[in-house]
């Protein structure tokens, strides 16, 4: 049927739901969105829901459970354009930290009774199935976002950002927090995207938008250990939100 | 008359995954009650574990994209308290001004887009607004507003940036705070004008007698910082908690349960909150409990809905006052403590949800050595249970639909079950 709308669907898997609160960050934009797709599968935000096809959707959390292993293969083949959204489902973000440790140290330094907890190391949905689109950041800023789905509803490539933070940071003026303060910066091979707030705000960025294309994390973190950080230090920097990433795995102590 | 069983097994309209599995005998008995949270593990208390001081924060906030406030300035003053860092004036200041904003974010979200639609008959925020634009398109606006005061603050609305150890990087100006004045008093006078229509939904009542916990201070309505009360008379500092709370894991979910030790379950949340310390709400929010009839004497779950419309109110109103009397220095730099001693330190804050508990030892390097975390749906899970277990025979008896009416009664909590799996001891 022509007069059909897109389906738009939404799904959370190991996370904490910032992204679908970023996405419904889009106050604005929120009702309009509506009009022009159908959300048929959005848990968070209604009780209606139906199991596709669906022509976008996005898939928030990393895969850390027999279960979502399933559903996702599912979901995958009842999506047109498949998004990992935010950074736990590109590369696990945060939580993947407890890569590190083994399986059975993580549940029982958690739990007294290990026997019936399911959990495998968590992984980014691309580990699994084939990612038509990658939003990253935690969460990715709205303007992304909106960006990911007006592009999906045209069927054109979206405009996302591949250059590091500095061409961000540069733009709104801000001092260098790494060559000017000797603070440990992850600007230069962090993605672009959040607008650079974190030197905005005078502090150095974290990271949390992930390796922006071809970074060089060898490089900066010799710097941060000329500006006298510890080899501790530099592998807690670089295992936060992107230690699972091949640009920055080797920082990262894998 | 058969048995009936209700299997919800994922709760829409709540954050996070979680089921409920209700079975009434024949003759109005309760064979199961259980509320499961099926939220995959994250282990944040395993992996913090050799993290640093200055990071916990950073981390503690990705518990939950939806109160990440809430975890970070709990973090914050779990690793001050351990470190003996003094906040300055300014830094409370603007630590209440930005856990405001998050209570208004939250508790819009959860009232108008959660669960009105249920007593409106939609399944949902979308397709409400074909019916109620008015109503979504205000909750839109002051949702909107309160993530703007979190963002001038913090920087960033989901996962702030700027609050550390200490204090801010950077304080917002006065310049850029005042302009938000005109659009709070609007929210005030536009969230007041819905209480009439929160009052007039078709609320099942659960009557039960519980024990009702949350912070509380002398000076003010508290928010980050207060001595844990609760209405049968504990009253105990925040380093005394776990002498207070007990926790235990249930085979069929994945997040612990809390107890008041030799006592039983307990509820925390807005009406708690409304409950204990209702006697320094701000006027506004004093009109919006009598508007509502809000019963004082109630520990009705469903009543946290009225309270939630009251405490919008009440954080759009204390966030004037605290715009108003701010006067900034924008110059000042976060505080520092002591450090080359193992220390340890705890924190009780109010979440949106309600009592939240964060303590975290340190080795004489500042790396974590052990964490305890026991956000607000972990407190109430087992609370919720009891209160299916008294609801759902009554909706069976009344010839109600018992999944819905259940969903409802869980919903009434604003359960943020991310969080929730991060209930544990190291």
Known sequence: ?254 | MRSRRASVCYIPRVEGQGSIDVEVGGGGKVRRSEFAIFEPMRFFEAFLKGRKFHEVHELASRICGICPIAHQITALRAVENAFGIQVSEQTKELRRLLALSAWIQSHSLSVFFLTAPDYLGFDGAVSMAAEHRDLVELALRTKKLANDVGELVGGRAVHPISAVVGGFTKIPAKEELEPLLGRLQRARKEVLGTAGIIAGFNYPSLELRSELACISSKDRYAVNEGRLVTNMGLDATEADYRKFIVERQVPYSNAKQSRMAGRGTFMVGPLARVVLNHAQLTPGARKAMKDMELDLGSSDPFMNIKARVVEIVYAIEESIGIIRRLRLDVAEQPARGRTGLPCAGAALTEAPRGLLYHRYAFDKSGVITAADIVPPTAHNSAHVEDSLRAFSPKVVAGGGDLSLQCEMLVRAYDPCISCSVHAVVL
């Open chain 1, 1 to 254: 049927m022509v007069d059909e709308k897109p389906r738009l669907a939404v799904f959370k898997f190991t996370g904490c739901a910032g992204c679908q609160m970023e996405l419904l960050r889009l106050e604005d934009e929120l009702l309009q969105i509506a009009e022009r797709l159908d959300v048929t599968y959005f848990m968070m935000a209604q009780s209606k829901f139906d199991l596709g096809p669906y022509d976008l959707c996005l898939i928030e959390g990393s895969v850390s459970t027999p279960r979502e292993l399933e559903e996702l293969k599912r979901i995958r083949a009842a999506s047109r354009v498949l998004v990992a959204f935010g950074d736990c489902a590109v590369a696990g973000c945060v939580p993947s930290i407890r890569n590190w440790i083994s399986q059975y140290k993580a549940e029982s330094s958690v739990y007294e009774n290990t026997a019936h907890l399911v959990s495998f190391r968590l992984q980014g949905i691309g580990e699994y199935v084939t990612v038509d689109g990658v939003l990253p950041g935690c969460p990715p800023h709205k303007a992304l976002i909106l960006e990911a789905i007006t592009s999906a509803l045209q069927g054109i490539r979206p405009d996302l950002k591949y250059h590091p933070v500095c061409v961000e940071c540069k733009l709104r003026e801000n001092v260098c927090i790494l060559r000017s303060l000797g603070k440990p910066c992850m600007g230069p091979v962090t993605r672009a995207g959040c607008g650079a707030i974190c030197p905005t705000y005078c502090r150095e960025c974290e990271g949390c938008y992930g390796p922006m294309s071809d970074a060089n994390a060898e490089h900066l973190a010799r710097l941060f250990k000329k500006n006298g950080m510890s080899d501790d230090d530099a592998v807690r920097k670089f295992r936060k939100y992107a230690g699972m990433t091949d640009e920055f795995r080797t920082e990262a102590g894998l």
